[in-house]
């Protein structure tokens, strides 16, 4: 009798242990499947991380926003044909078109001036502009293109440049009016005279201290100004005087009729 009772007492222990372990193996298995369920509907949720959405590959490099608009907004505007009516064209006549054929100073090239008329001899009595002629700097160009040694482009010179001192005197070449009295922003300051017989003849880079003035009537060889260096556009020139002579509107070369003076 005591072999079986402890017998019928072990086997009750052994079912409450047996029971008691699979009570806690279901808890278990219950707990894992909840939180197995929980995580998965973490995981369907559409993340909202910035992280994430730097790594879309369809994400637009400027972070400018796509745009929401239907495709049909997208869509090139239609083309319309242009509209003609039988009004007149205004045309204007070839002879009223006119084209500027002078080079631009910016590329290194003066406007040329039309091939110098041949010197005449009415103006045989001039005096010369300086009591000094015969050192020449740079001749007239006769329209050709030459070299300025200050600027180093290429250009007409219209002129003469005669060496002179500062300071040296200088003359008009021929009774005439004084038509103008500017300072150039390239050739300085400078006296124009209008000799009524068709030639002006012009003296530039004078010194500021002039003794005529625009509208004075001045008679040959009376002193208009001195030679001064205010022809920034020959300034890396020794002092000089330069002078053009036009006739009817044409350069031509002064020493043809100063030069013999």
């Known amino acids: 009798m005591k072999k079986n009772e402890l017998t019928d007492k072990n086997y009750a222990k052994v079912s409450k242990g047996f029971y008691a372990a699979l009570v806690i193996s279901v808890a278990m298995v219950g707990a894992a499947c909840l939180f197995a369920h929980k995580q998965g509907d973490k995981l369907s949720q559409k993340p909202n991380s910035p992280v994430v959405q730097d790594a879309q590959v369809n994400k637009p490099v400027t972070d400018i926003p796509k745009a929401t608009a239907p495709a049909q907004r997208a869509t090139a505007p239609a083309v319309t044909a242009p509209v003609f009516n039988d009004e007149p064209q205004i045309t204007i006549p070839a002879a009223e078109i006119t084209v500027d054929a002078a080079v631009p100073e910016e590329h290194g090239f003066a406007e040329q001036p039309e091939a110098p008329a041949a010197a005449v001899d009415n103006m045989s009595s001039?005096?010369?502009?300086?009591?000094?002629m015969s050192n020449v700097l740079s001749p007239f160009s006769s329209g050709e293109l030459v070299k300025n040694e200050t600027t180093g482009t290429w250009q007409t010179h219209n002129g003469t440049d005669i060496a002179a001192e500062v300071g040296a005197d200088v003359f008009a070449a021929e009774n005439g009016e004084?038509?103008?009295?500017?300072?150039?922003?390239?050739?300085?300051?400078?006296?124009?005279?209008?000799?009524?017989?068709?030639?002006?003849?012009?003296y530039?880079?004078?010194?500021?201290?002039?003794?005529?003035?625009?509208?004075?009537?001045?008679?040959?060889?009376?002193?208009?100004?001195?030679?001064?260096?205010?022809?920034?556009i020959e300034s890396s020139m020794?002092?000089?005087l330069h002078i053009e002579v036009t006739h009817?509107?044409?350069?031509?070369?002064?020493?043809t009729v100063l030069g013999s003076q």
Not at 206 to 230: F, H, K, N, S, Y
Not at 248 to 254: E, L, R, W, Y
């Open 238 to 240: 020794p002092p000089h």
């Open 178 to 202: 004084v038509a103008s009295v500017t300072n150039d922003p390239l050739w300085g300051v400078s006296v124009l005279i209008d000799h009524k017989n068709g030639f002006t003849t012009r």
């Open 126 to 132: 001039a005096a010369a502009p300086l009591s000094d």
């Open 204 to 232: 530039c880079g004078l010194g500021a201290d002039l003794a005529v003035q625009q509208g004075d009537t001045v008679d040959c060889g009376a002193v208009i100004g001195a030679v001064g260096e205010t022809a920034d």
């Open 248 to 255: 009817n509107g044409k350069f031509i070369d002064p020493m």
